[in-house]
């Protein structure tokens, strides 16, 4: 999907080979849009207002309302929570993960559904896990409505469960993002706090492989200190981008899940995106587990990993200061990383829309 235009491809690992084919999912993405026809403007019902693929769907309830709505799922990052017998906090993710796509449509949170499946109820780890999902909907601001336990014997190992989520929001149309993201635009970068929920078939696959005596680091001594470390919840971006959303300071939301920096020209394909990335110091310290088992290369990192950056946002540059603090009166830290920038022109013809990544390691180009 993403692919290395400059720079070196030092490293042994990458997302492919732990099982996951994103080529592949884009391809199924492509026959969903052929089955739902919703890319023809003949067929498209009228009150839908997005397309498949997008953050979320919105459909238009009123005029003035458009309804949005998200699912998702937490993935195999609860083989963590297995392993350390921890389950109060995957529910957290499992919110964050539907939630902070809510926002990059602009949508306030509403409600939220779960759906908890296991082979065989376990009452106190699935009452850990509905815990954690109660805390996620009070740090997202929507309310915990209603869910489905599905009892399977059979299906799924002794101790085991899977988790997938629906959020529901809602939004004016003319606060709908993404809104003219254009070239001179600049983009706030709002701090992870961690992996999040993405790229967990690749990490566990590196934590199988290199030791915490490899890394040598004070906090993963062991491998369940290292693992608690990985284990912690997606931050939910609900307080830090409302009051900016209300006020239309932005003009697009990327929400760095799956994919990574390619998430970027979600806001818009006509224009391409340079950031400067933090350096590892100022990263959650899981990235500097990460640099210092030199699993992956450069490029795998950008395109599986959040890297620091759990949510990138377009402003005019008038309104940069106001959304930094206003995310950083919420507790998560905001800064400048970067502009929005004129797609290049390749042998007179215009190219399509470029990540480009300036980092402690080199100048990358990442295009899908």
């Known amino acids: 999907m993403g692919t290395l235009k400059s720079g070196t491809t030092k490293g042994r690992l990458s997302y492919r080979e732990a099982g996951v084919d994103r080529v592949l999912a884009d391809k199924l993405v492509d ?96 009452t850990a896990v509905i815990e954690g999902i109660q805390e996620g909907c009070t740090r997202a601001g929507a309310l915990l409505v209603g869910g489905e336990t599905a009892e399977m014997p059979g299906f799924y190992k002794a101790g085991e469960y899977d988790l997938a989520g629906f959020a529901v929001g809602l939004v004016h149309p003319k606060k709908a993002l993404p809104s003219n993201v254009k070239a001179g635009d600049l983009l706030v970068g709002l701090r992870s706090s961690g992996f999040h929920s993405n790229g967990f078939s690749l990490l566990r696959k590196i934590v199988n492989q290199w030791r915490p005596e490899h890394t040598n680091l004070p906090w993963a001594k062991t491998r369940a200190a290292l693992l608690k470390e990985l284990l912690a919840p997606t931050e939910i971006y609900t307080d830090a981008l409302m009051p900016a959303l209300d006020k239309k300071l932005f003009q697009g ?33 899981v990235y ?62 215009k190219s399509e829309s470029l990540v480009i990544v300036h980092s402690e390691e080199g100048r990358f180009e990442l295009q899908e």
């Open 31 to 126: 026959r969903i849009h052929a089955m739902t026809g919703n890319r023809d403007k003949k067929k498209k019902p009228k009150a839908l207002r997005s397309e498949v693929g997008g953050y979320a769907a919105l459909y238009e309830l009123s005029k003035t309302q458009w309804l949005a709505s998200s699912t998702d799922g937490v993935g195999t990052k609860l083989k963590l929570a297995f392993e350390l017998g921890i389950h109060d906090t995957v529910g957290i993710d499992l919110v964050a993960m539907s939630v902070n796509d809510l926002l990059c449509v602009g949508a306030k949170p509403l409600f939220f559904l779960d759906y908890l499946a296991t082979g065989k109820l376990e009452l106190d780890t699935s």
């Open 253 to 285: 939301l990327a929400h760095i899940t799956g994919s990574g920096f390619l998430n970027l020209p979600r806001m818009g394909e006509h224009v391409s995106y340079e950031l400067e990335m933090p350096g590892v110091a100022a990263l959650p310290r």
């Open 288 to 349: 500097e587990w990460l640099a210092k088992t030199d699993a992956v290369s450069i490029t795998e990192r950008l395109t599986t990993f959040n890297c620091g950056l759990g949510m990138v946002g377009a402003v005019r540059p008038k309104n940069l200061r106001e959304v930094i603090a206003i995310a950083e009166r919420a507790g998560v830290e905001a800064m400048f990383v970067g502009e929005v920038i004129p797609n290049t022109k390749i042998k007179g013809k």
